[in-house]
């Protein structure tokens, strides 16, 4: 813990009582013209941290991300550019089109419905940038903390299953996407944001096109009508109020493509480092993750009583092997119950019992490890210029007397 933030913590402790909520370890001032946490999210949870509202992004507090499946109104906000002025569904359409496309088509959303065959499946998606707050030297962008990911339970069509329509030419090696939302600046003929995947990742199984999420339409703040989902990968190559794909014979060169954008060192770099823009490389899979959804941060225990911890962890592309916790700075670390995920990149549930026979100050620390081999670290992970896979274990805060 940072002294700052653990002094803090007792500062706080000292003047609490009993039953009350301490500063989060990773406790962080967010004010923007005013705004604090509160119910002007549209749609949201009225304990979401709004970070942004011209776009809107908004994180999740660890602690209301408990269940199992992620309700939308708890499922953060990462927005390139503006809501889309208007929407209407009857007359929505999506293109499919591109140099590698043999047959380019354009679909109405009610062919997309009735003529391919639906699939539901829990998919993480997580910002690349979350944790960026902790990085130093900083990087600049939204200053994420833990909240920046969800799984909710998504429904739609394969992407593979409307490229096997089109016909997909030998030479095809991206897809990229283009929604309806809009540039700040107003300009109509500027695009916020068109991402997109290798060819492989498009033709997963768990690659859809989305109209739902958990038994419903999406809601408008997450892509209504329509929208891409690849989980595992940044969430920005799930691109909301989706109107084009475009299948590529090269990597796809939209707008937060190239440059810095989504991308990290090649090769490792010190922090502060100034990295050449073809010394960056592409962010895909992401890392091996967990988060602490109970108890809240801040949360004050009875000596000697027996208490849950439960929370979830993720890895990409990967599955997640084991999950372990420690209460002593990481000097020892005891196994957790690792469930197995729904489906492939879906997170998975980890549990566990706990008590502390002395009271004072405590952390509870978790890290989970891979099917690879890969673990969390239990520090910071390498600095990067975009403050991008921050995967260092989550560690709460709790006062036990």
Same mark, same amino acid.
């Given at each position: 813990m940072k002294?700052?933030?653990?002094?803090r913590f007792l500062r706080t402790t000292a003047l609490a009582g009993t039953g009350s909520l301490l500063l989060p370890l990773?406790?962080? =001032?967010v /004010?923007? =013209?005013?705004i604090e946490p509160n119910n002007q999210i549209p749609?949201?949870?009225p304990d979401m941290v709004l970070l942004n509202d011209r776009p809107w992004n908004a994180e999740t507090p660890a602690h209301l991300?408990?269940?199992?499946?992620?309700?939308m109104d708890r499922l953060f906000v990462r927005n390139n550019g503006l809501i889309p002025a208007k929407?209407? =569904?009857?007359?929505w359409t999506l293109e499919v089109s591109g140099e590698s496309v043999e047959n380019p088509q354009t679909f109405s959303l009610e062919q997309l419905k009735t003529e391919f065959k639906h699939h539901t499946y829990q998919l993480v998606i997580e910002c690349a940038g979350n944790g960026r707050s902790e990085f130093a030297p900083p990087a600049r962008g939204n200053q994420w903390t833990t909240g920046a990911v969800g799984a909710p339970s998504w429904t739609g069509i394969r992407l593979k299953d409307i490229l096997a /329509?089109?016909?997909v030419k030998p030479d095809a090696v991206y897809i990229g996407y283009y929604g309806k939302d809009r540039h700040l600046s107003g300009d109509p003929d500027k695009v916020p944001i068109s991402r997109g995947v290798p060819i492989a990742k498009a033709m997963e199984e768990e690659s859809l096109v989305a109209w739902g999420a958990n038994g419903e339409d999406l809601p408008m703040m997450h892509g209504y009508p329509l929208r891409l989902v690849f989980g595992g990968w940044p969430a920005s190559t799930s691109g909301k109020w989706l109107t084009r794909i475009v299948v590529r014979n090269q990597e796809h060169d939209g707008p937060k493509m190239t440059g810095h954008s989504y991308r990290v060192p090649c090769e490792p770099v010190a922090p502060g480092s100034k990295v050449r823009d073809e010394d960056m490389c592409i962010i895909q899979s992401m890392p091996v993750k967990s988060i602490i959804s109970y108890p809240k941060s801040g949360a004050v225990i009875a000596t000697s009583k027996v208490i849950d911890i439960r929370g979830h962890a993720w890895a990409?592309?990967?599955a997640v092997s084991r999950a372990e916790y420690s209460i002593d700075y990481g000097m020892s670390w005891s196994a957790l119950k690792l469930e197995p995920a729904v489906n492939r990149l879906a997170w998975q549930h980890w549990s566990g019992r706990l008590k502390f026979s002395v009271p004072g100050y405590y952390e509870i620390w978790v890290r989970a490890t891979d099917e690879l081999g890969n673990r969390q670290p239990m520090v910071l992970p390498g600095w990067n210029p975009r403050g991008y896979l921050n995967n260092a274990c989550h560690r709460i805060a709790v006062k036990v007397q």
């Open positions: 002294n700052g933030n653990r002094r990773n406790a962080t =001032s /004010r923007f =013209s005013g749609g949201k949870h991300l408990d269940e199992p499946v992620t309700s929407v209407d =569904s009857a007359t /329509r089109v016909g990409g592309d990967y």
